[in-house]
């Protein structure tokens, strides 16, 4: 009895001294790797080793050390071995002589736990001096005029070289910054480096100077280039289907359709349609096939036409319209195929008011789109029925009923604006934007005044391209005839327009 008291006593004070709780590892580690000792040290002169050592003061992981470890200029493959806290950088090929080199480590250091990183570098020469020149450039893309983060900048021998002297990455203001350059002649090119091979292919953005540049301790230029896809690229892409009987595809600045087989049959210029200048729409009649070839000059492209697709009836919608202030303007409908006839007894147009009957004009019908002129200036809302089969397509295909209804706006809807140019634009395109989308566009050719009418409310803004070759487009850069991207001049803040004003606007020009 003594023993079980003990026992239970004893239990009591050993739970009434036990407290539940959680073992925390203290704060979280948010330090990356730190450097402790470089062999040989950095800014070392005279280095002629083949093997440089770094420890840092804790254990780390490499992250994908052949692409984030770089020797600038690149005239060693560098192989990355890990020694505990030391990583062991070796060459094979000898080093240029009296040469400034630059180590750059971009996020290759991780430490094991948190996976911390960050970017350093280790610079030294297998001379008597370090290279001590600098040059800042701002990479933009060419057309809208915004910054270009983590694209390559490289200092060239000459212009057909395909290797970079130096070179560095942009950051997120589209700046690079080189250092430890030496004295001499170079080429700029910047490009974005899709598949990381430090060499600049046709699909890639990208901008250059034509001419060369002198770097020495006079220069203290800061150096914009501009990007852009050039046009030198000969292939087309993205192809896709787009049911019930069209292809789609994006097609380079020199496309010939007369190069173009679709199953095996040269394509009629008369079966392509160009919704914008670099794309086609290839109708294609009615498929039996689930898969097809597309050919192009050496390109050869494989096609799915699912029947379940094969077999849609095709889309029809109304298209947006700015105004229907006269019978001059047309009710506009478009569908996802060729028009080949459209029945007019199965399309109607109301009055919303009264259901009464508006007497359609006419009829017209071109690629995708149908026409529909009418008497409507009577009619503030309109009702827009189409029957099943108002509409045939080159596919086979056919509409499914459908109905839309129209606010016919009047001219105390819209509002105005007037522009004045600046006397130094003497030549270009006026391009009138909202949103993403172009409305109007007007030559320049010496004129300083535009006005843009019947307009719906809402912020507007313009560019002008600077046309130089005057084909009424804006033209990116093409190397192979040395000529750079055309400019594009934006505008600072967006013009607020009300319904029944009129605005009046001196252009105020943002210079890339």
Known sequence: MFKLIYLFIFSLLLFSCAQIGTITGGQKDVVAPGIVKIQPENYQLNFNDKQLKITFDEYFTLNKAEQNIIIVPPDAALHALIDRKSLILNWEEGLRKNTTYSIYFNKAIKDVTEGNDSIMSIVFSTGSTIDSLSLTVFLKNAFTNAPVKNAVFGLYDSLSALSPRYFISSDVDGKATLSHISEGTYFLKAFEDVNNDLLVQAQELQGLLFN????????SDTLVLRLSHPLYETRIKNVKFIPPGMIGMHVPENFNPEHLKFLDQTVKSEGCFYPKRDSVILFTGPLALDNGTLVYEQDTISIRFPEKDRKLNMSVK????????????????????KVMAVDASNLSLLNAADSTSISIDSIKWQQQQIFVYADWKNSNKLSIQLKKDAVQGMSGTSNNPASYSLKRQISKDFGALKVTLSDTIIKGVLELVKGLEVLRSQTIDGKSNFVFTDLIPGEYYFRIILDENQNGIWDPVQPVLQRQAEQVLWFKTPIKLRANWEVESQLEIIQP
């Open 212 to 219: 060369s540049i002198l770097l020495d301790q006079d220069f």
């Open 318 to 337: 109304l298209k947006a319209l700015e105004q229907l202030l006269s019978n001059k303007n047309p009710l506009v409908i478009e569908v996802n195929d």
